[in-house]
């Protein structure tokens, strides 16, 4: 195992304090594990929280500030967070507008998440809470029953922060984080295994000459496994596979992810392909992003993610955000 940490036990605390260091205009605990804005709590409006295992980077954390996320709270890696670290974050951002949990569908974000939300409510908060399940690839998996949250986490937590950023209510914002979730599908490959500083080697064997369609962003393997394929016909295959789910009528944004360990000058190039077939198939292209957002530690790979927008989630995606990893239009 070769990885730029000093222990497995400390890797989390080690990166949450180099965040700190990294962006004051956050409030990083690094012993309780909450990210919050610095402004929070932000007077009359409605705050977005969200969290999961670390690993995934910059999601959540580097999603925290103005136009998006109000805190993030990272678990150990792989893990969901307690429900304690997602209290502690609805109390700091709290404004009396209510607090909107953002919870990718994994059986343990999903627990935790449901009792931290009961918790904060007999504490006084308003809570509201909207499941990501973007993932066309499987429908169960080793982590979740139904489809698991991805790529589409990051529409959800772009474009209803920017609800919530210019004051609308929490039912609103919680209608837009809804809509914002029917209409994304996403469909990931890998290239390579991630290895998890704990276990120090591969969490699935892929052996030379092979690729991994549909996998997660916790290691897991995905539902097929072929023989190595051009970046023109894995493109084929994923987007297909999504355009065929979402069935869209209207412009898309287009995520092509990377799962932590490709490089832009591939990712890009595969780009190229995502927008060949999206114009085969005739589904017109809003906006497009391109680079490592919804990680999955060192695996080698991508995937991607179809947003169907109308002109107002179009408008809110294009409003402004400031955060570590995310940021235009201010």
Not at 91 to 113: H, I, M, P, R
Not at 141 to 164: C, D, H, P, Q
């Amino acid at each position: 195992m070769r990885m730029l940490i000093n222990v497995p036990e400390t890797v989390v605390a080690d990166a949450l304090r180099g965040m700190a260091a990294a962006h004051p205009e956050l409030t990083v605990d690094v012993e309780r594990r909450v990210v919050v804005r610095r402004d929070a709590p932000v007077a009359g409006k409605v705050a977005l929280v969200s969290g999961g295992g670390s690993g995934h980077e910059p999601l959540h954390g580097g999603f925290v500030g103005p136009g998006m996320l109000a805190a993030a709270c990272p678990g150990e890696v792989f893990t969901s967070p307690v429900p304690d670290q997602m209290v502690r974050a609805a109390a700091a951002v709290d404004s009396g507008a209510g607090v909107l949990f953002v919870v990718k569908n994994y059986t343990g974000d999903v627990l935790n998440f449901e009792m931290a939300a009961e918790l904060a409510e007999d504490e006084g908060i308003r809570v509201a809470k909207v499941l990501v399940d973007d993932d066309v690839a499987v429908t169960d998996s080793l982590y979740t029953a139904g489809r698991r949250g991805t790529g589409g986490t990051l529409f959800v937590e772009k474009i209803a922060g920017a609800a919530a950023e210019e004051g609308a209510p929490l039912e609103r914002v919680e209608a837009v984080a809804r809509r914002v979730n029917e209409r994304c599908r996403s469909f990931g490959m890998a290239l390579g295994a991630c290895t998890t500083p704990a276990k120090g080697s591969p969490t699935f064997d892929l052996p030379p000459g092979e690729l991994e369609l549909g996998i997660g962003i916790h290691g897991e393997p995905g539902r097929e496994r072929r023989p190595m394929m051009t970046s023109h016909e894995i493109a084929d295959f994923a987007v297909d596979a999504v355009v065929d789910d979402l069935r869209p009528t209207g412009p898309v944004i287009a995520l092509v992810n990377g799962m932590g360990a490709t490089p832009l000058l591939e990712l890009y190039g595969f780009n190229a392909e995502v927008q060949r077939v999206l114009g085969e198939r005739r589904v017109p292209v809003a906006r497009t992003l391109v680079g490592n957002y919804v990680t999955s530690l060192d695996m080698a790979g991508c995937s991607v993610t179809l947003c169907e927008v109308d002109e107002e989630l179009l408008r809110l995606w294009d409003a402004p955000v400031e955060t570590p990893a995310l940021r235009w239009g201010r």
